[in-house]
């Protein structure tokens, strides 16, 4: 069963557009987010190497001076801990490859840039975790919806509050 990092942030952001993640049900592509968002991505960092596909993973930069540093590209830090667990699954991926690497949340739109390590215990979570996303995505039906305070600019939203 193939996990993606989009699929870890959306387990710790709202479970159910993990489930629909999960089924190819496209996102809002004219949501003024996502394209801000692209806007950034494209614009950010345009010197190092992006998009560096590692298995079923997208690193978004990756940066080879004094080591290798993985780089999460963010619009806003308004998801910083679902952010922070997507760039975690990534350096939980490069261990496992045998390759150690540091990680780097930026929010170019804030100016500010934020270190992210991988602990013993949150290789454990993650473990846990991938197993969780698994029970979640083979579920008949969505969960339940729950209202969250970023609902109203979430690409999914139309699937729980319409």
């Not at 619009?75 to 991926?93: D, G, H, V």
């Not at 979430?154 to 699937?159: E, L």
Request: hydrophobic share 40%; net charge neutral; glycine share 6%.
């Amino acid at each position: 069963m193939r996990i993606t990092g989009v699929m870890v942030q959306y387990y710790f952001t709202c479970r159910r557009e993990l489930w629909f993640f999960s089924r190819g049900l496209n996102f809002d592509f004219e949501n003024e987010d996502m394209l801000i968002g692209r806007l950034i991505h494209e614009e950010s960092y345009e010197r190092d190497w992006k998009e560096v596909l590692l298995g079923d993973a997208m690193l978004d930069v990756v940066r080879r001076r004094n080591g290798i540093a993985v780089m999460e590209v963010k619009k806003s830090s308004k998801l910083e801990e679902p952010a922070k667990w997507q760039l975690k699954y990534y350096l939980y991926l490069l261990r496992k490859a045998g390759v150690e690497a540091e990680g780097l949340i930026t929010y170019p739109r804030e100016g500010r840039r934020e270190r992210v390590a991988l602990t013993e215990e949150d290789v454990q979570t993650l473990e846990n975790v991938l197993g969780d996303i698994k029970r979640v995505i083979s579920l008949e039906a969505p969960p339940p919806a729950e209202k969250k305070p970023y609902c109203r600019r979430c690409a999914y939203r139309d699937f729980c509050w319409v």
